[in-house]
């Protein structure tokens, strides 16, 4: 298996996390939290049949805990990609990739997976609108 990963496959990862980030802070919340719930449930089942055998399972069930506790709390969906990450390397090295005919495509999720991560540890918000936030004055 070719496990050639470049920056531009680096970059690549970044950029997929920040479109993400982008498109998901334009859907209101609560709607933000129940779909990334669900695509975390969904990011559970995406290795399975994928060169690991029995161990593909219990990221399933792990990922559907962890995505019914984030329904309620975005640390959880964080958690989620974190473990998703975790399985992105392993098949890196040593299962199949997320996307066939690419062999990097498992490297570039462990890059983009912990960007998602850091955004939903601190709540998902919107882009918008902490870029568009006045500062605070203390007087």
């Known amino acids: 298996m070719d496990t050639h990963f470049t920056y531009i496959n680096a970059l690549a990862a970044v950029a997929i996390a920040l479109v993400f980030i982008a498109v998901m802070s334009l859907v209101k919340e609560p709607h933000r939290q129940t779909i990334n719930a669900l695509a975390i449930a969904a990011a559970g089942t995406i290795y399975w049949s994928n060169g690991l055998g029995f161990y593909e399972f219990p990221l399933g069930i792990i990922m559907l805990f962890l ?3 984030g329904l ?3 640390t959880y969906i964080a958690i989620g990609w974190l473990v998703h990450t975790v399985y992105d390397v392993l098949h890196h090295f040593y299962g199949q990739p997320i996307i066939p005919m690419d062999p990097s495509s498992s490297a570039g999720c462990a890059v983009c997976d912990p960007i998602l991560a850091i955004w939903f540890f601190f709540g998902a918000p919107s882009i918008y609108t902490v870029f568009t936030k006045t500062p605070k004055t203390v007087l």
């Open 67 to 69: 995505a019914y506790k």
């Open 72 to 74: 309620t709390d975005y």
